[in-house]
């Protein structure tokens, strides 16, 4: 009866605001424009991370017993999945935690290792590397990004929303307390031998990663994703360098290889991002299972519906507080329409939780939150 009584009510709210010139009459005028949309149906890649005792050296081996009850994650595959050829070289990851770090380890099987970079903070990709994204909390706001290279060059920053929704970076931002190690299978910079692989070992503080989300515990799940990118690259005069168009002399784009891919080219759409479910088992007997949370399918229903309001609001200058009006831009609602609330900034939408009696909301900034009525 309460849940019932709930709902009438936010019912009545949504509908006695349903009134798109609002924003206007509040003075605000500003409409973000269409964004791409992902090309792939949602279905992230998913990770069981177990928990050590161990306080793991990093040295960049991760031939290191403790890394042996750690499953190997997917080798990665294009930013853009199936519609891009298999990557030229395979890269994957395991993970393993205790109550102090999140553990990483990777393998990187390259021909020619090669790297440029030495100072921290500047932008690695520029050179092949390797990248960490973490969003703890999992509402696509507030993540971090680090990136090395193979002389173990670090690039570490904090955005507090993803670019499409101007979000801010942190540069100056640092991972306090991080532990980083490269592995060279071959010899650096030499063109003239061929090489194995780079590998490895990461340690991100979880008293730097919990400022953006709780400490994980048994049953926990992160939204995270790994990337990698690499250049085309020939010898010139006994040195490395990027392959170049030879009508406009600039260098070739870059190939970006993920964990889990987003569907198009950019990193950037944290709801793309693959599951990190954290085990209190050290992996050693039976397997654990991931489970996923039924209110991710609910938060994706309501992502549709942002990307659809972001083509809406391109075109017409406003927000629809009608699902229905959305269906021309894209939105293809499965079960239940959003109820959708216009506000003096932008607008709320909300579905009813799968998991609880309250509600999963998304706003015009594309951050989603999970509310529970009131007793």
């Given amino acids: 009866m309460k849940k019932l009584l709930y709902l009438i009510i936010l019912v009545f709210i949504f509908a006695a605001c349903k009134n798109e010139p609002a924003l206007k009459?509040?003075?605000?005028?500003?409409?973000?424009?269409?964004?791409?949309?992902p090309a792939l149906s949602f279905s992230p890649e998913s990770y069981?991370?177990?928990?050590?005792?161990?306080?793991?050296?990093?040295?960049g081996d991760i031939t290191d017993s403790?890394?042996?009850?750690?499953?190997?994650?997917n080798v990665f595959r294009d930013i853009e999945a199936e519609l891009k050829p298999a990557p030229l070289h395979d890269t994957r990851i395991k993970m393993l935690w205790n109550d102090s770090y999140l553990f990483i380890a990777a393998e990187l099987t390259e021909p020619h290792i090669w790297a440029?970079?030495?100072q921290r903070d500047t932008i690695i990709f520029h050179d092949n590397d390797f990248?960490?994204?973490?969003?703890?909390?999992?509402?696509?706001?507030?993540?971090?990004?680090?990136e090395m290279n193979a002389y173990n060059t670090v690039w570490d920053l904090l955005l507090t929303t993803p670019y499409?929704?101007?979000?801010q970076v942190i540069d100056s931002w640092d991972i306090i307390g991080l532990k980083s190690a490269v592995k060279i299978y071959g010899t650096i910079n030499d063109p003239s031998d061929t090489d194995e692989k780079w590998t490895i070992e990461l340690a991100f503080p979880f008293d730097v990663l919990k400022e953006w989300g709780n400490m994980p515990s048994d049953g926990t799940q992160w939204r995270m994703n790994f990337s990698r990118v690499n250049w085309r690259t020939k010898i010139v005069n006994g040195r490395y360098a990027k392959e170049t168009d030879p009508q406009t002399g600039r260098s070739l784009p870059e190939f970006n290889w993920l964990w889990s891919p987003q569907g198009l080219i950019n990193i950037h759409y944290p709801e793309m991002w693959g599951f990190v479910q954290f085990s209190s088992?050290?992996?050693?007997?039976?397997?654990?299972?991931?489970?996923?949370?039924?209110?991710?399918?609910?938060?994706?229903?309501l992502r549709k519906l942002y990307y659809a309001q972001r083509s809406y609001s391109a075109e017409k200058n406003s927000y629809s507080a009608d699902a229905d009006r959305l269906m021309s831009h894209g939105y293809v609602p499965e079960g239940t329409k959003p109820e959708i609330l216009i506000t003096m900034s932008g607008y709320q939408a909300a579905l009813p939780s799968?998991?609880?009696?309250?509600?999963?909301?998304?706003?015009?900034?594309?951050?989603t939150w999970i509310s529970s009525p009131s007793k």
Avoid: Q
């Avoid at 003075?27 to 949309?37: A, D, E, H, T």
């Fill in 25 to 37: 009459s509040f003075g605000y005028n500003s409409y973000p424009g269409k964004i791409p949309v």
């Fill in 66 to 73: 403790e890394w042996s009850l750690a499953p190997w994650s």
């Fill in 354 to 367: 799968a998991m609880t009696k309250g509600f999963v909301y998304i706003n015009e900034e594309g951050l």
């Fill in 164 to 167: 499409r929704d101007f979000g």
């Fill in 116 to 118: 440029n970079l030495r």
């Fill in 281 to 301: 088992e050290d992996g050693s007997v039976t397997p654990v299972e991931f489970v996923m949370n039924p209110d991710e399918m609910v938060k994706w229903e």
């Fill in 48 to 59: 069981i991370c177990y928990k050590t005792t161990s306080d793991i050296a990093i040295d």
């Fill in 131 to 146: 990248e960490v994204f973490i969003d703890p909390d999992g509402d696509t706001h507030g993540y971090y990004e680090f």
